[in-house]
């Protein structure tokens, strides 16, 4: 009984998920999950709050098919204060049963763009757009809600605050934050799957619906700055297991980053000859530390990189390219282990020898015999040696090794 009682207590919560990022596969499986359980515990309604700059056209269709068939009602919510439903977001936003958005925030922009690096032509063009209007008009139709600025979004990218977009019909009202939103939801008549629903929500318990750690993973792939990174890292590091077999550690991290940042190129709009260029960077970078070009690779390596980089993620939308800043900083950071590893090898080539007959030169012994011109034997560095002498050197005075020939040692004596 107690068990059915506490069952009882979450049942007609309000229940609420927050999205703010790209419309991605990554929510709109998060999106579809929480209406799943929504709908089981059987919620007042669901407070989804939005704010993303748009994303993925199919990610986006599942939302709105999902919240267009809900057996729940379905709020979507523009906020916090400065959050936007750009693009994507517009489309869900219309479709949901009740719109609202908080005070300083914006929606439209919604005009199609491409996603890739190759460019649409004026065929193409129109029909993209013919579509999401089309679309959206419906969405506007079975919500009614203002079909003529769902048009002007899409061809003119047209876009306003949350006053206006409330005095044009574009949402349904405005709230300072969840709690305004609660209360004023309370009393008001839904349609949902043709049937009327009165929301009941002053004084429900309010539910949060968090991602899960595998949801906010694939979102934090869908950022192309992520996506570069880890890019980067898995060719980095498997061109490094190549050069130097059994460091194993390079090779482990440099899949793993590889295959996820391949999941990223599935999501986001990669261009291959950028992917290509990135690889030649590392090629040219690895050729430099094994073969003389007076830097020439190395400059190379730097412009292929840099180049690669910008049209990796070529796209008319800002938030699918990769930022310069990180761009620089991972060019800085190559190019300057690259000129390391450089550095390295050059003062190694005027480096005293340590190892081998040469490497004990310098070394100082103490004589064990009279040292003649003739011969003689000394010990040096751990080890007995035949010696010769210029000058006679007697047995146990300290001796300096000047040179090194057919295994004997040419030697000086310290001191007296």
């Given at each position: 009984m107690f068990v059915l009682f506490l069952l009882l207590l979450n049942v007609n919560d309000v229940h609420v998920a927050e999205l703010d990022g790209v419309i991605s596969p990554a929510s709109s499986s998060y999106l579809v999950r929480v209406v799943d359980i929504a709908e089981k515990e059987e919620a007042v309604c669901l407070i989804f709050k939005l704010d993303t700059p748009g994303g993925l056209d199919i990610s986006m269709r599942e939302i709105t098919e999902k919240i267009l068939n809900a057996?729940?009602?379905?709020?979507?919510?523009?906020?916090?204060?400065?959050?936007?439903?750009?693009?994507?977001?517009?489309?869900?936003?219309?479709?949901?049963?009740?719109?609202?958005?908080?005070?300083?925030?914006?929606?439209?922009?919604?005009?199609?763009?491409?996603?890739?690096?190759?460019?649409?032509?004026?065929?193409?063009?129109?029909?993209?757009t013919n579509d999401a209007v089309a679309y959206l008009k419906a969405l506007a139709k079975e919500r009614e809600r203002n079909e003529e600025w769902a048009e002007q979004a899409v061809r003119e990218s047209a876009s306003v605050d949350a006053e206006t977009a409330l005095d044009l019909g574009v949402c349904d009202l405005m709230a300072e934050d969840v709690s305004d939103l609660i209360a004023k939801l309370d009393g008001r008549k839904v349609e949902v799957n043709r049937r009327e629903v009165t929301l009941h929500t002053e004084g429900r318990q309010v539910k949060k619906l968090k991602m899960t750690l595998r949801e906010r993973l694939l979102l934090l792939l869908t950022n192309p700055n992520i996506a570069y990174v880890l890019l980067l890292l898995g060719i980095?590091?498997?061109?490094?297991?190549?050069?130097?077999?059994?460091?194993?550690?390079?090779?482990?991290?440099?899949?793993?980053?590889l295959i996820l940042g391949f999941y990223s190129l599935h999501v986001l709009p990669v261009n291959?000859?950028?992917?290509?260029?990135?690889?030649?960077?590392?090629?040219?970078?690895?050729?430099?530390?094994?073969?003389?070009?007076?830097?020439?690779?190395?400059?190379?390596?730097?412009?292929?990189?840099?180049?690669?980089?910008?049209i990796l993620f070529e796209s008319d939308v800002p938030y699918l390219r990769v930022s310069w800043e990180v761009i620089m900083l991972v060019v800085i950071i190559v190019a300057g282990f690259v000129i390391f590893l450089l550095s390295l090898g050059v003062r190694a080539q005027f480096r005293k020898k340590t190892t081998g007959s040469e490497g004990i030169i310098g070394e100082v012994g103490t004589a064990k015999t009279d040292i003649k011109p003739e011969g003689g034997t000394v010990y040096v560095h751990g080890e007995f040696w035949n010696a010769i002498?210029?000058?006679?050197?007697?047995?146990?005075?300290?001796?300096?090794?000047?040179?090194?020939?057919?295994?004997?040692?040419?030697?000086?004596?310290?001191?007296?």
């Open positions: 057996e729940i009602p379905v709020v979507v919510y523009v906020a916090p204060k400065g959050a936007r439903a750009a693009s994507a977001g517009v489309f869900i936003l219309y479709a949901s049963h009740v719109a609202a958005m908080a005070p300083g925030t914006n929606v439209g922009a919604a005009h199609p763009v491409s996603m890739g690096g190759e460019k649409m032509d004026s065929v193409m063009v129109k029909k993209v980095y590091g498997l061109f490094f297991e190549l050069q130097n077999p059994g460091m194993i550690f390079p090779g482990v991290v440099g899949a793993i980053c291959y000859a950028g992917l290509a260029l990135i690889i030649l960077s590392a090629v040219l970078f690895i050729l430099e530390i094994y073969m003389t070009s007076q830097g020439l690779l190395t400059i190379g390596g730097i412009f292929a990189l840099v180049f690669g980089s910008l002498s210029e000058r006679t050197i007697k047995k146990g005075q300290e001796v300096r090794v000047v040179a090194v020939k057919n295994m004997i040692l040419t030697v000086e004596s310290i001191g007296s």
